[in-house]
């Protein structure tokens, strides 16, 4: 098996611009639920305005990563730099006003509300977060539905709503963990859509999915197993390295 790669783990030099900014960087990172101890000292840099992948099979440690970056594990160790700020040790509710947020898989609406309701509860936690009509026009279904209850939508409309209320917080930086899970094609399209319009706009994105649908968005992709980053992957690489994408990721 490849050993995990640690110090240097950003793409060649060639592959980034010469004003890029670092928004975030992991290094040595390990994370537990309980006595479980999950990640094994990951790194992983992410640079402004990049769509970044984590791959791997289930239980690889995917979601986990987004979670630690979050806070919101039992307890991790090693260093988070967000925007050059250490935050391993800080809480999710000051983590989350760095202009940081979070789709979960399970999308965690609020189900007796209805569209805009959902819309107008989120916090605020960084200047630029969209207005609900610029969410409308993202979103033309939650339009339609915007007096729905949340129990009253599609899984579909569910995992849209779930992206709309964290785009109208502010933030920048956007955790995204498996939000294609179980969508029809014509949902899954046009979440392809949405994340290619938010890299137009300068957001950064980390996605825990499947390579069919986040390696034509991705700038890179980092392949995690056992806790650990073993490939890093830039997007022109990902047909030529396809044979060892598949061995990695296949049961």
Same mark, same amino acid.
């Given at each position: 098996?490849? #050993?995990?790669?640690? =110090?240097? #783990?950003?793409?060649?030099?060639? &592959?980034?611009?010469?004003?890029?900014?670092?928004?975030?960087?992991?290094?040595?990172?390990?994370?537990?639920?309980?006595?479980?101890?999950?990640?094994?000292?990951?790194?992983?840099?992410?640079?402004?305005?990049?769509? %970044?992948?984590?791959?791997?099979?289930?239980?690889?440690?995917?979601?986990?990563?987004?979670?630690?970056?979050?806070?919101?594990?039992?307890?991790?160790?090693?260093?988070?730099?967000?925007?050059?700020?250490?935050?391993?040790?800080?809480?999710?509710?000051?983590?989350?006003?760095?202009?940081?947020?979070?789709?979960?898989?399970?999308?965690?609406?609020?189900?007796?509300?209805?569209?805009? =309701?959902?819309?107008?509860?989120?916090?605020? %936690? /960084?200047?630029?977060?969209?207005?609900?009509?610029?969410?409308?026009?993202?979103?033309?279904?939650?339009?339609?539905?915007?007096?729905? #209850?949340?129990?009253?939508?599609?899984?579909?409309? &569910?995992?849209?709503?779930?992206?709309?209320?964290?785009?109208?917080? /502010?933030?920048?930086?956007?955790?995204?963990?498996?939000?294609?899970?179980?969508?029809?094609?014509?949902? %899954? =399209?046009?979440?392809?859509?949405?994340?290619?319009?938010?890299?137009?706009?300068?957001?950064?994105?980390?996605?825990?999915? &499947?390579?069919?649908?986040?390696?034509?968005?991705?700038?890179?992709?980092?392949?995690?197993?056992?806790? &650990?980053?073993?490939? =890093?992957?830039?997007?022109?690489?990902?047909?030529?390295?396809?044979?060892? %994408?598949?061995?990695?990721?296949?049961?």
């Amino acid at each position: 098996m490849n #050993q995990p790669r640690h =110090e240097d #783990q950003s793409a060649a030099p060639s &592959q980034i611009a010469d004003n890029a900014e670092e928004h975030l960087c992991i290094r040595d990172l390990h994370a537990y639920y309980g006595e479980s101890h999950i990640l094994h000292g990951l790194n992983i840099k992410v640079w402004r305005g990049d769509v %970044v992948t984590l791959l791997g099979r289930n239980g690889a440690g995917r979601s986990t990563t987004l979670r630690a970056i979050l806070g919101l594990v039992d307890k991790r160790s090693g260093s988070i730099l967000l925007n050059g700020t250490e935050t391993v040790r800080l809480p999710p509710y000051r983590i989350a006003r760095l202009g940081i947020a979070f789709c979960p898989e399970e999308r965690a609406i609020f189900a007796s509300l209805n569209v805009e =309701e959902n819309l107008m509860l989120p916090p605020i %936690v /960084g200047t630029g977060g969209m207005s609900v009509e610029e969410i409308y026009s993202l979103f033309p279904n939650l339009a339609e539905r915007r007096k729905s #209850q949340g129990t009253r939508l599609s899984g579909g409309e &569910q995992q849209m709503l779930a992206i709309a209320r964290i785009l109208r917080t /502010g933030a920048d930086l956007l955790l995204l963990d498996e939000i294609t899970e179980g969508l029809a094609p014509v949902i %899954v =399209e046009r979440l392809s859509e949405v994340i290619a319009l938010l890299k137009q706009r300068r957001y950064t994105i980390v996605l825990a999915e &499947q390579p069919s649908f986040a390696a034509p968005l991705a700038d890179r992709n980092y392949i995690i197993e056992h806790g &650990q980053v073993v490939e =890093e992957i830039a997007a022109e690489e990902m047909e030529e390295k396809h044979e060892l %994408v598949e061995s990695y990721l296949s049961v």
